[in-house]
């Protein structure tokens, strides 16, 4: 796939999907990426698999800052898996990758939330990542 060609949004999108594949499979993100180029003909760019293995190799410190930003009636194993896979990547990139401001992570989080989620679940999203953003 030609990156040039893809917009960051796309490759967010990517990562999420592998991100959440990756709930179900004991597999690694290239075999799951592989896997999935061969039965869709759809390859991923480097941002998306790079951000999705980055979400892997960092997933317990990624789960812990997402833990720590619940309310007390909230449990990381009680957030749906779409919304989990969101705010693990955003997690990641506000973390990890110094030249996405915080801001657009966040908003590209919610906008991944509406396409993916149902009700308002984004506000949900929203709200656990605001909290991560002031503390990081």
């Known amino acids: 796939m030609s990156e040039k060609n893809v917009s960051r949004f796309r490759e967010r999108e ?3 999907l592998l991100c959440f594949e990756k709930i179900f499979s004991d597999d690694s993100i290239s075999e799951i990426s592989k896997l999935a180029e061969e039965a869709r ?3 991923y760019s480097a941002f998306a698999l790079d951000c999705a293995k ?3 190799e960092n ?3 990624i789960d812990n800052i997402i833990s720590s930003h619940l309310s007390d009636r909230w449990k ?6 779409v ?3 969101i705010l693990r990547l955003a997690v990641y990139e506000m973390k990890y990758i110094d030249d996405i401001p915080s801001n657009v992570s966040i908003n590209e989080a919610v906008e991944l ?3 993916f ?10 709200g656990v990542l605001g909290a991560v953003e002031r503390d990081l």
């Open 14 to 16: 990517q990562a999420f």
């Open 41 to 43: 003909d759809e390859g």
């Open 54 to 56: 980055g979400v892997q």
């Open 59 to 61: 997933i317990e410190e």
């Open 76 to 81: 990381i194993n009680r957030i749906n898996k």
């Open 83 to 85: 919304s989990l896979s």
């Open 113 to 115: 939330s509406k396409k």
């Open 117 to 126: 989620s149902v009700g308002d679940e984004y506000k949900f999203v929203n």
